[in-house]
């Protein structure tokens, strides 16, 4: 009851023991306690690298638009642009970080005390890659904006904004191999494959892409 886990055995532990432990192992086989910890690392790593992904791809697309207000340039995407990024172009891939498979030094990391989710660590890499993101849309939008018009500027900031998310993704898996994880292959393909549809087929094109001949 003092122990900082109180661990009882499932199969031949006492009812008493098993009321106030923190943890009862049904096979009584302690190997199931590494499983068990190893599992919960891999699930809290895919968290935190979902919302890392998720908070620098949002963080680009505020900083993308709030440096053409300050310059006073056109809006670099349109709304309907923005909800699909947000719905789609995250959406997927994000999902698929859950099906990471933990990297080989993960049991040797020693425990971990924080207590939330974003850490100074996390936040060192989600500000720059935010800014990063932003900069790079808002600068295709202005160089292409005087040669192609607005409307065809806006949709090279789109794909341009598009292509660094589906490169973030893997940058967020921390050195794992790009091909292990075969769902967000997947995922990115079908957000390729939909984003070049949405601005090049009508009638798609006419609502994401208003400047496709």
Request: charged content about 15%; hydrophobic content about 50%.
């Amino acid at each position: 009851k003092k122990a900082d886990v109180g661990v009882a055995m499932g199969i031949t532990g006492t009812d008493v023991a098993k009321e106030v432990a923190d943890m009862v192992v049904t096979d009584d086989n302690f190997v199931s306690i590494v499983h068990a910890i190893r599992e919960g690392r891999i699930i809290f790593n895919n968290i935190v690298k979902s919302i890392t992904y998720l908070i620098s791809c949002n963080l680009g697309e505020v900083i993308a638009i709030f440096v053409a207000i300050a310059l006073g340039l056109p809006a670099p995407l349109l709304p309907v642009q923005i909800l699909w990024v947000n719905l789609v172009t995250d959406g997927l891939p994000a999902l698929s970080l859950a099906f990471d498979d933990g990297h080989e030094g993960i049991m040797q990391r020693h425990p971990s005390d924080h207590k939330s989710l974003l850490t100074k660590k996390s936040l060192s890499f989600i500000i720059p890659m935010g800014v990063l993101i932003g900069l790079l849309t808002i600068l295709s939008f202005v160089v292409t904006y005087t040669m192609v018009g607005e409307d065809s500027a806006r949709t090279i900031a789109f794909t341009t904004l598009v292509g660094l998310q589906m490169a973030m993704v893997f940058v967020v898996r921390n050195g794992q191999h790009p091909f292990s994880n075969k769902f967000l292959l997947i995922s990115v393909a079908i957000s390729l494959i939909l984003h070049i549809i949405i601005i090049s087929v009508p009638p798609f094109s006419l609502i994401f892409n208003p400047g496709f001949p």
